[in-house]
């Protein structure tokens, strides 16, 4: 089985993460290729930390040797976003990286990127399912990994640099090397140590780090940036005296946040901080985009800054799309993952720890209080999480008391209106909102909600888990 969710294919390593299943997702990329005529472009490849990842590039890059296209091989654990740069940098039809992101460690997964170095659209792996469809085994061939390096048909690339220097372009390196900031980072075993480390070091910021050792097991933590996941880079923070700790997910396209008072800032706020350090103080203009799950503080920002803040269900691609229809300057979800204009156009842990650095640098004041300024401007803004791990079973009882039957409980306040788009959204003539949705990458159900207040925002969720009997 290989279905795509809202970031790429993922599956269970042994399960539906297996060689037969890379090498048909492969060669139904051939099948595309040839039928548009991109034979003569490269596709490129890059692999993470996760188990298999890099064994798994190999085996995808030798289906391509075999129809006589050729691949360029990121040869090295390297960050999401840097292979979605090389991607763009070299203007090419296709680009996979193997990985699962933020899943646990049984789970890994590949990534399509297309034309820009975006993430592959709903209309594109649909395709991709329906040429799957159609593939007879026998058909896919492999040729050995060492005669395709010697023939040219894989060619080892390292684009580290060029992506390191492009961040660097954008970052004000003057302003941040007057700071002297003791920065520590956790990579969470996964891949950004070496590009952003490098960035700070250059920027002549003090730089630390934890948890930089090759651990596919990711040190029996998630590795998602989260405020349960990131209390030992917040002790040390506090511990230590750093100015700021910084946490990557697996493969670097989401950031965590912790500040000098060990505070950890919750990815929607990030989000925030950054449209308003960009449009306030870089005096970059534009509208933000977020997801159906992310804060609507951003709206109440845009309004008054005389933009635009547009919403889209879940996964990337449907930020990066409508970033790109409406020239937006930001677009971002609450799990973490942003990106801004001009940049590649996917979310980048990596570019965004660098402008949080530098916002840093610029405003002078700890974020916790850069946050608290902003919320006494623009309003309280609360957001309470729940998951739950279902069968399929009860997955399927879910969605037909959600979806069709279309139920839900009685929250004790005036109803705005009940959106469809992703899941099953409840605005509230307050301004709150609460949604429950599936996770496209695992079995997963989620619940958001965001009101006022902390008090008010456990309520309104614990109504929903409890009307689900979860």
Not at 93 to 117: D, Q, R, W
Not at 300 to 309: H, L, P, S, W
Request: aromatic share 10%.
């Amino acid at each position: 089985m290989i279905k795509f969710g809202t970031g790429g294919f993922r599956a269970i390593i042994g399960e539906d993460f297996t060689r037969e299943n890379l090498e048909i997702l492969s060669f139904a990329l051939v099948k595309m290729i040839q039928k548009n005529s991109r034979q003569d472009e490269p596709v490129i490849i890059g692999y993470d930390r996760r188990f298999l990842s890099d064994i798994a590039a190999r085996w995808m890059a030798c289906v391509f040797a075999a129809e006589g296209i050729t691949t360029h091989f990121v040869d090295y654990d390297a960050p999401t976003p840097l292979v979605m740069f090389e991607v763009m940098k070299e203007n090419v039809s296709f680009g996979l990286m193997i990985t699962a992101s933020h899943n646990p460690a049984e789970y890994n997964g590949v990534k399509v990127f297309t034309s820009g170095g975006r993430d592959a659209t709903e209309e594109v792996t649909n395709q991709i399912e329906a040429q799957i469809s159609e593939i007879q085994k026998e058909e896919i061939k492999s040729m050995e990994f060492s005669k395709a390096i010697d023939s040219g048909l894989i060619k080892r690339i390292d684009p580290q640099n060029e992506y390191i220097d492009s961040i660097l372009s954008v970052i004000d390196i003057e302003t941040i090397k007057q700071r002297h900031l003791n920065v520590l980072l956790d990579p969470m075993f996964g891949v950004s140590k070496t590009t952003l480390q490098t960035i700070l070091l250059t920027c002549r910021c003090n730089v630390e780090v934890i948890h930089d050792r090759h651990d596919t097991l990711f040190g029996g933590r998630l590795p998602a940036p989260s405020s349960t996941t990131l209390t030992h880079l917040s002790q040390l923070v506090v511990q230590e005296k750093y100015d700021l700790g910084i946490a990557t997910d697996g493969d670097a396209d989401r950031i965590g946040l912790i500040d000098a008072s060990g505070t950890f800032i919750h990815p929607n706020d990030i989000l925030v901080l950054l449209y308003y350090y960009l449009h306030e103080f870089k005096g970059w203009k534009g509208a933000a985009v977020r997801n159906v799950a992310t804060t609507h503080c951003l709206d109440a920002m845009a309004a008054c800054f005389g933009e635009t803040c547009y919403e889209v269900p879940v996964g990337f691609k449907y930020i990066s799309s409508e970033m790109e229809k409406t020239n937006a300057l930001i677009g971002g979800e609450s799990s973490g993952g942003l990106t801004v204009r001009g940049h590649i156009r996917g979310k980048d842990g990596v570019y965004a720890g660098a402008l949080l650095v530098e916002m840093l640098s610029v405003i002078g004041k700890p974020l916790s209080d850069v946050l608290y300024d902003i919320h006494k401007k623009y309003g309280s803004f609360v957001m309470n999480e729940f998951d739950c791990r279902l069968t399929p079973e009860r997955k399927e009882d879910l969605k037909h008391l959600l979806f069709e039957k279309k139920q839900m409980p009685e929250f004790g306040m005036e109803v705005d209106r009940v959106s469809y788009l992703d899941g099953c959204k409840v605005y509230f003539q307050n301004g709150g909102w609460i949604i429950c949705r599936f996770s496209g990458t695992e079995p997963v159900l989620r619940i958001f909600c965001e009101m006022a207040s902390v008090e008010e925002a456990a309520r309104v969720n614990l109504i929903f888990q409890r009307f689900l009997n979860l």
